[in-house]
């Protein structure tokens, strides 16, 4: 630990590279403070309209099937698992286990927006995307327009920052190849197991919200 | 390289226990405590969605939310670390969520007691 100035990755305005992973990390939270400000404000909106809108949002709700819902809430939660044994694995300075990790949270990451994309297909089918091909014969129809409006935003937001994830696990890939992470550095792997865990915890709010609370689960299970 | 193997190598099981900060190296948490923690995860979503088929009336969405706070929880506490870090780190972390609560009870406080507009529908004032 005494050749943290020798480190090729150390830059020249730190001491060493414990204080240049810590501006890192601490950089990374302020971005994921940003971010919970971002979704926060979608979640205050959809609160602020299933409070006025309680039974079309019930409704609607109905229409989600919880079958793939908790399917992709698995998925998430083991590509969560998968990130955080990346970010051991290069802690502990293993580069090929670190790559398989990456390998494997990809992996559960394109099953995530394979399954997203079964579900917005099926609502496509039914005429749910709100828009000119929206049609639900109901009295509550124009409020449940606003509730698949909010559920298409929010996964929609989801998702692209699932995409953003996957792409900046691409990124990653060719410099865990080139060997360019160790034990003693390796926070662009930390600050995007960071970024990863943070899309999981959202989905872990969107599920409940979305999918299951005071519907009907019987109904499109 | 081989020197900070050494250091973590002998990190055991008993270093989850310590404090961040006390020695150079970074804190790695033992495997078992990651496997130990998705399972955790995986039993609480099984929950979650079980309550969902349970008749549960006004206790069904404060039901479903703790369990959503509670996952997250541990996902921010071991997945991110910040159980392991510096107090300064557990500030930066706490500001959004703290700001989050800042915004949805003054915002919610507003929008409950407005007493002009039409009533809310019972069920979810029941949970208020």
Redesign the interface.
Known sequence: ???HTDNPALQHHFDDL?QQ??AA??GM??F??????FF?GL??AY??Y???Y??AFVEGSNHLP?FWG?LN??VL??S??T???AV?SA???RAKALFNWIIGTMVLGVAFLGIKSIEYADKYHHGLIPGPNFHYDGPLAPQMKIFFSFYFVMTGMHALHMIIGIGLMIWLIPKIRRGAF???YYSPIENF??YW??V??VW??L???L?????D??IHL | MDSSVDTVGGTGHSNVDHQAGHHDGPHIAPMRMYISIVCLLFVMTAVTVGAAFVELGALGTPIALAIAIFKASFVVLFFMHVRYNTPLMWVFAGAGFFWLLIMFSLTMQDYVSRGWEAPAPIQFLDLL
């Open positions: 630990m005494s050749s414990k992973n810590e990390n601490m939270w302020a994921l403070a940003q971010e919970i400000m926060g979640f205050l609160t602020v299933r409070y006025k309680f039974e919880i908790a809430t698995g939660i083991a969560s698992f990130v955080a044994m051991r802690q502990l300075g160790s034990g003693e197991g960071l865990h943070f999981d915890i872990i709010f599920f409940p919200l999918y299951l609370i005071g519907r689960p019987w």
